[in-house]
Structures are given as structure tokens and as C-alpha cells.
T-cell receptor, first 116, second 111 residues
Framework: NAGVMQNPRHLVRRRGQEARLRCSPM?????VYWYRQLPEEGLKFMVY????????ESGMPKERFSAEFPKEGPSILRIQQVVRGDSAAYFC??????????????FGPGTRLTVL | QKEVEQDPGPLSVPEGAIVSLNCTYS??????FMWYRQYSRKGPELLMY????GNKEDGRFTAQVDKSSKYISLFIRDSQPSDSATYLC???????????FGGGTRVLVKP
């Protein structure tokens, strides 16, 4: 059973370009979370999605950032007009159907975005 | 003030020693408490989780939660060089909710 997959693993963009980060959850998982890790900092929650629905976007910057998890295909985190401050590692996590007990979030290897 | 505070370290110990890690938090709504291990340039992996207060043991790892003090701990017995990593505490208010992380503690176990 493959784990959470993210691609690309490394992404370099110039200021003003768009960055698209992709996340394929583990098989059977229908919940996806995106986190951002700035250098020398812990992970910060960005957004929580189910198939075709955004459940919690309280951590998403108001501008330039968007996320989707379509019925078919991977979840996409999109950053428009990137700035140097967007340089970070972006991690995706997936979880199975949420039940009454704790559901582990399984993390992918991350995408390291560098903005020149 | 951050919701979850964690000493960044680094914490350097000799092989075989006990590693003691801890986090404090300010939001009493947190119910689930996790410890993740993150190797350099990798994604976090879950070590242990605890619901509400109490202790939990798994092999060389023991997690403790004291909700009255808003304080959680992780102990690693018989530490090995392979335990050298960054350890992140995390917590959530309900199953499936977003995780709130501490800043992580770098641990170095010297042979």
C-alpha cells in the first residue's frame, strides 16, 4: 500500500509565477490536509479538504492561495504570484473516514518550494 | 504567545540515555495529543498519540499528558543514534481536526 505521494518534491519558481503542488492520498483515504513548514519552524495548518469540499480553510492566506480535492485525481495546492516568503516545505497528510476514535494523519514527503 | 510551546534544543545525549521532551499549551480545548518524529528533509511520522490525560507506553517510548497543567511529555528510553531527529508535539480538539504543532525539538544521540 503506497503512502501519501506528493509531487514535485522540489519546485523552483521566480517571483510572480504560479506554483502547483499535488498530493495523492493513501488508498482509501478521503480526507486531505495541507501544512506549511517555514525554515526552522514547526508545521502550520493551512486547509482541510474532503472530496469536492473544503472543510476548514482557517489557515489559508486570504490571497493568492487556493486548494481543491476533485472527485477524481490528486489534491492541488495552488499559489499564484509567488513571493520569496512563500519559500517553505509544504506537506500533505491524509486520513481515512473520520469515526469516533482518533484517526491518524499520514504525512507525505513534502514539496520544497524555493522562490527566487 | 504561541498556542503550543516547545523548546527547540538541540538536545544532545549519549547513546543509552533517556531523552525527555515536553510541550506546554494554552488552549484547554485540546483533547488529542501526538508526538511525531521528523528526519531531515522527510515528512513527519507518528510515534504516539494519547487521548485526554494519562500515560501511554509503546516499546521504548512513553507519552504523558497532564491536562490540569497543560503539559505533555515524551520519554525515549535506551536512546539510539537512529533516534536523532526532530520531535514535534501536536494536538487537536477532536478526531479528524487540524493539528496544531509545537516548533519541534532537535535531538542528537551520540554513539
Amino acid at each position: 500500500n503506497a503512502g501519501v505521494m506528493q509531487n514535485p518534491r522540489h519546485l523552483v519558481r521566480r517571483r510572480g509565477q504560479e506554483a502547483r503542488l499535488r498530493c495523492s492520498p493513501m488508498k482509501g483515504h478521503s480526507h486531505v490536509y495541507w501544512y506549511r513548514q517555514l525554515p526552522e519552524e514547526g508545521l502550520k495548518f493551512m486547509v482541510y479538504l474532503q472530496k469536492e469540499n473544503i472543510i476548514d480553510e482557517s489557515g489559508m492566506p486570504k490571497e493568492r492561495f487556493s486548494a481543491e480535492f476533485p472527485k477524481e485525481g490528486p489534491s492541488i495546492l495552488r499559489i499564484q504570484q509567488v513571493v520569496r516568503g512563500d519559500s517553505a516545505a509544504y506537506f500533505c497528510a491524509s486520513s481515512p473516514v473520520i469515526g469516533g476514535d482518533y484517526n491518524e494523519q499520514f504525512f507525505g514527503p513534502g514539496t520544497r518550494l524555493t522562490v527566487l | 504567545q504561541k498556542e503550543v510551546e516547545q523548546d527547540p534544543g538541540p538536545l544532545s545525549v549519549p547513546e543509552g540515555a533517556i531523552v525527555s521532551l515536553n510541550c506546554t499549551y494554552s488552549n484547554s480545548a485540546f483533547q488529542y495529543f501526538m508526538w511525531y518524529r521528523q528526519y531531515s528533509r522527510k515528512g513527519p511520522e507518528l510515534l504516539m498519540y494519547t487521548y485526554s490525560s494519562g500515560n501511554k507506553e509503546d516499546g521504548r517510548f512513553t507519552a504523558q499528558v497532564d491536562k490540569s497543567s497543560k503539559y505533555i511529555s515524551l520519554f525515549i528510553r535506551d536512546s539510539q543514534p537512529s533516534d536523532s531527529a526532530t520531535y514535534l508535539c501536536a494536538m487537536s480538539k477532536a478526531a479528524g481536526n487540524k493539528l496544531t504543532f509545537g516548533g519541534g525539538t532537535r535531538v542528537l544521540v551520540k554513539p
